[in-house]
């Protein structure tokens, strides 16, 4: 697009990895390392500066296994909190251009899906979409001897969306409420 300066990026995995934490067969209550994880998928994520406009959206898709393990049951299980989709799109807006330089104002919206919850349960915990919302604010552009100085206030999960994360039946708790932070940062 002209007038864009924008980075396309794709990625597609296998990923074997060994001596992953299993249940004891002697005492399942410690773990031991001798199962083994699979991980593939594919990921993409596009970037773009449009003018006062960055945006940032990408997407992944995971299938993580459990390929050797101690508990039969869970044998070939897709791993807990692991979902197979998850996407997310991100802008913030440059406000110099309607008089207010140095600041920026964004949001976004993160979409994460459903994942396994292991131990013999029928069901997925359910998928979450979650929306953000950003104010950054750079000294440097208003006083040059403040450059490198830039504030940053955050609120996530900005509705407040109630939803779970589980790695057993027992083992399910709510995930980030709403949470709202600010940074002072200094960069050199």
């Known amino acids: 697009m002209p007038g864009a300066d924008t980075l396309v990026s794709a990625a597609v995995y296998q990923i074997n990895q060994q001596n992953a934490l299993v249940a004891d067969p002697v005492n399942p209550t410690f ?35 459990q390929v050797r393990t101690t508990v039969a049951a869970n044998l070939n299980q897709l791993l807990d909190l692991v979902p197979y989709h998850q996407a997310a799109v991100f802008g913030t807006y440059d406000m110099a251009a309607v008089g207010l330089p140095g600041l920026r104002f964004g949001g976004g919206v993160r979409y994460i899906g459903s ?7 029928t069901f997925d915990t359910r998928p979450a979409t979650l929306f953000d919302l950003v104010a950054i604010y750079d000294f440097g552009v208003a006083d040059q001897t403040l450059r490198g100085w830039r504030a940053q206030f955050n609120v996530r999960n900005v509705l407040d969306h109630a939803y779970v994360t589980c790695v057993t039946a027992n083992g399910c708790r709510y995930s980030e409420p709403r949470n709202v932070f600010g940074t002072l940062s200094y960069r050199w």
């Open 31 to 65: 773990s031991i390392q001798t199962g083994q994880v699979r991980s593939q998928g594919f990921e993409t994520e596009v970037r773009t500066n449009f003018g006062p406009l960055q945006a940032v959206a990408s997407y992944s898709y995971t299938d993580a296994r």
């Open 115 to 121: 994942s396994n919850i292991s131990g013999g349960v």
